[in-house]
């Protein structure tokens, strides 16, 4: 492997952008990060931005509304990294995407481009309902894109990031651990997959020189952390000793339920359906052309849920 690549990071303030800036600083790769003229006096990003300087990161001005200032950002780089936002709840311009594969194509030097993915992956999930389909299908747009384009790409699928799920112990709605009952998908025993969001920040990072991941996707399964809601609880309930009073929501309970919310809300609890009833997360193996993260890198120590959870305590 040659000298490290010199990454942008876009997206760099946001929730899971901030830890791939740090994460990137860290393993010692000349680090961008796009500075978007639109933020304006949001004073907490830009104090957010200026700590990344001062730790050594290089600013670069750049607004999805120029395009210029785009190619003349990547012109700098090797590899790009992309987190904008896609969760509902916040904010999703996960099309937004298309506009920086354009000027990728125009720059003709990007030898790597991870968009913003980190979550269930895509293309497994052509059957899943309204209307959290939407992630999916906007992120296979993206894909398409950077595949006619002939852009060299990783996609990572991240699993559950561990803050929205495992604090909550996987109900909708909460990220505080509950202290005295919690309600159970069906019978809470379907297996997902949690990652602590520094650690995907790692992985991500750890694989963009990696010639076993170019233009494949990477799935994070951390052995230990393959666990369904259920394993979770009794991981908290161990912690306080004290066990939680437990009810189950059958699926059509849930469907029922999430068809009175919000669309933000029901596009969150779309995700939370297939991963907890349908084990969408773990009900496939990885086949040649994909790699895991815990199998390339085994010396990252990932940090395991029994012990995230006890920052709750
Ligand atoms: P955030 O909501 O934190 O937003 C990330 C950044 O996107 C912002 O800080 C901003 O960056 C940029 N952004 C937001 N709005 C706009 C806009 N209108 N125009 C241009 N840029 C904008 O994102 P997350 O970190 O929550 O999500 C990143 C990825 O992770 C997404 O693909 C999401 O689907 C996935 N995810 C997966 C989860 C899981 O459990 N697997 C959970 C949460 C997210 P800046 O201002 O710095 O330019």
Redesign the pocket.
């Known amino acids: 492997m040659g000298a490290k690549s010199k990454v942008l990071i876009?997206?760099?303030?946001?929730?899971?952008?901030?830890r791939l800036v740090k994460a990137s600083l860290e393993q010692g790769h000349e680090t961008y990060?796009?500075?978007?003229p639109?933020?304006g006096v949001?004073v907490e990003?830009i104090q957010?931005?200026l700590s990344f300087k001062k730790q050594g990161a290089r600013l670069v001005i750049g607004?999805?509304n120029d395009h210029r200032s785009l190619v003349e950002a990547l012109k700098q780089v090797d590899v790009v990294i992309?987190?904008?936002?896609?969760?509902h709840i916040?904010?999703?311009?996960?099309l937004?995407q298309l506009k920086l594969v354009d000027a990728i194509k125009e720059a003709g030097n990007i030898k790597r481009f991870l968009?913003?993915?980190?979550?269930?992956d895509p293309a497994r999930m052509a059957d899943a309902i309204e209307p959290g389909r939407v992630?999916f299908d906007d992120?296979m747009v993206v894909r398409k894109a950077i595949e006619d384009a002939g852009i060299p790409f990783t996609y990572v699928s991240?699993?559950?990031?561990?803050?929205?799920?495992v604090g909550g112990l996987c109900q909708p709605g909460h990220i505080l651990p509950a202290w005295e009952s919690v309600t159970l998908y069906g019978d809470g025993n379907k297996k997902s997959i949690f990652?602590d969001?520094d650690d995907?920040a790692a992985y991500t990072i750890r694989t963009i020189d990696d010639p076993r991941t170019l233009n494949k996707t990477l799935y994070l399964r951390p052995p230990a952390n393959i666990l369904s809601q259920r394993e979770l609880v009794e991981f908290w309930e161990k912690l306080i000793g004290k066990q939680l009073q437990k009810s189950s929501l059958s699926e059509q309970e849930f469907l029922n339920i999430m068809k009175e919310q919000g669309y933000a809300e029901q596009v969150g609890m779309t995700?939370y359906y297939h991963v907890f009833y349908h084990g969408c997360l773990t009900n496939f193996e990885i086949n040649n052309e994909e790699e895991e993260a815990s199998v390339l890198y085994p010396d990252i120590k990932y940090i395991k849920m029994e012990d995230y959870l006890k920052q709750y305590i």
């Open positions: 876009i997206g760099g303030t946001g929730y899971l952008g901030k990060v796009l500075q978007r639109e933020i949001d990003k957010m931005l607004s999805f992309c987190a904008v936002s896609g969760v916040r904010s999703h311009q996960i937004l968009p913003s993915e980190f979550g269930t992630t992120k991240a699993n559950c990031f561990a803050g929205y799920m990652v969001e995907i995700h």
